[in-house]
């Protein structure tokens, strides 16, 4: 199976203090060689943006970007990047508001790749719920 991971679950699976790292690190323990992460230049963006302005990380960009790189050369994993064609008037139908955008278009950016998105959201139609730890 193919994860690619919406931003709150990249933070989540890379920042030990995040709320939910315990969560998203347990479920990546349970995945397989079989399994692979993806990632994409919006899920990326988000991560950096949000380390760099949300106040109890500060992360300088650079700092980030590292952190990205380490990633994507992780032994145990296999993680790759998906390229991004999709437009904004691509969106599902069930975006309705300002909130669902990015996970509207990162749940048919999955889809167009076979994929699932893995995210701690409840609220999306059709994603892999990363499930709490036993």
Request: aromatic residues 6%; hydrophobic residues 40%.
């Amino acid at each position: 199976m193919i994860y690619l991971l919406d931003v709150n679950a990249l933070i989540a699976a890379l920042v030990t203090t995040h709320e939910h790292h315990h969560r998203v690190s347990s479920w990546l323990a349970t995945l397989s060689n079989q399994d692979t992460l993806a990632t994409c230049s919006i899920s990326e963006l988000g991560f950096v943006r949000v380390l760099v302005q949300v106040p109890q990380y500060r992360v300088p960009i650079s700092s980030s970007l590292k952190t990205l790189q380490r990633l994507r050369k992780c032994s145990t994993l296999k993680v790759i990047q998906f390229p991004d064609q999709n437009s904004a008037t691509e969106l599902p139908t069930w975006v309705k508001g300002g909130r669902q955008i990015t996970d509207g278009h990162l749940l048919k950016l999955a889809i167009s790749h076979n994929a699932s998105l893995a995210t701690l959201d409840e609220g999306i139609p059709n994603a892999f719920l990363i499930p709490p730890p036993c």
